[in-house]
């Protein structure tokens, strides 16, 4: 089934060609990207239509996540240690370990996150992202990173596949 999502604005990326478009769509067939652009262009078809408030932007992937969940700390809000990550004072827990890459996993989602890249070998840290409904894709350690995918130390975000119409 064809869904056409509308939103005030469209982050269409930030490469070459992309920007933002203002009442901007994405028309979804199924689970792929079939075109991005103006509503008006891509309005008009058999496609259920969802409207959103805001800001719509493309899954992003994150390739900093080895780094960002396996070595970095995300401290409770309650130990009153700031919301970045920190690089840990000794050795973690699995219980520590896990707790830790669940904050960071929000922090993540709080960014636009959709997809992760990098190799996690620390059972906690698969668990949490298996659950928090982030696509863990292959990819190798790029290192520190930020939490953001679209700051510019981060390298190009991904975006779907789509073709234009």
């Given at each position: 089934m064809l869904t056409l999502h509308r939103?005030?604005?469209?982050?269409?990326?930030?490469?070459?060609?992309t920007g933002t478009v203002e009442d901007g769509a994405v028309l979804v067939d199924g689970a792929t990207v079939t075109a991005i652009g103006?509503?008006?262009?891509?309005?008009?078809?058999?496609?259920?239509?969802?409207?959103?408030?805001?800001?719509?932007?493309?899954?992003?992937?994150?390739?900093?996540?080895?780094?960002?969940?396996?070595?970095?700390?995300?401290?409770?809000?309650?130990?009153e240690?700031?919301?970045?990550?920190?690089l840990p004072d000794g050795d973690l827990t699995d219980e520590q370990r896990g707790g830790s890459a669940r904050r960071g996993l929000q922090?993540?989602?709080?960014?636009?996150?959709t997809a992760l890249a990098g190799p996690?070998?620390?059972?906690?840290?698969?668990?949490?992202?298996?659950?928090?409904?982030?696509?863990?894709?292959?990819g190798p350690d790029t290192g520190p990173g930020p939490l953001d995918p679209?700051?510019?130390r981060a390298g190009a975000p991904w975006r779907p596949p789509c073709t234009g119409r």
């Amino acid at each position: 089934m064809l869904t056409l999502h509308r939103a005030r604005l469209l982050h269409t990326g930030t490469g070459a060609g992309t920007g933002t478009v203002e009442d901007g769509a994405v028309l979804v067939d199924g689970a792929t990207v079939t075109a991005i652009g103006p509503f008006d262009e891509l309005a008009g078809g058999p496609a259920r239509i969802r409207e959103w408030p805001g800001l719509l932007v493309p899954g992003l992937l994150n390739r900093h996540a080895a780094w960002l969940l396996e070595t970095a700390y995300h401290p409770d809000p309650r130990e009153e240690r700031g919301d970045r990550p920190l690089l840990p004072d000794g050795d973690l827990t699995d219980e520590q370990r896990g707790g830790s890459a669940r904050r960071g996993l929000q922090r993540l989602l709080a960014h636009g996150t959709t997809a992760l890249a990098g190799p996690l070998h620390r059972t906690p840290v698969r668990t949490a992202v298996t659950r928090s409904g982030l696509r863990h894709l292959p990819g190798p350690d790029t290192g520190p990173g930020p939490l953001d995918p679209l700051d510019p130390r981060a390298g190009a975000p991904w975006r779907p596949p789509c073709t234009g119409r």
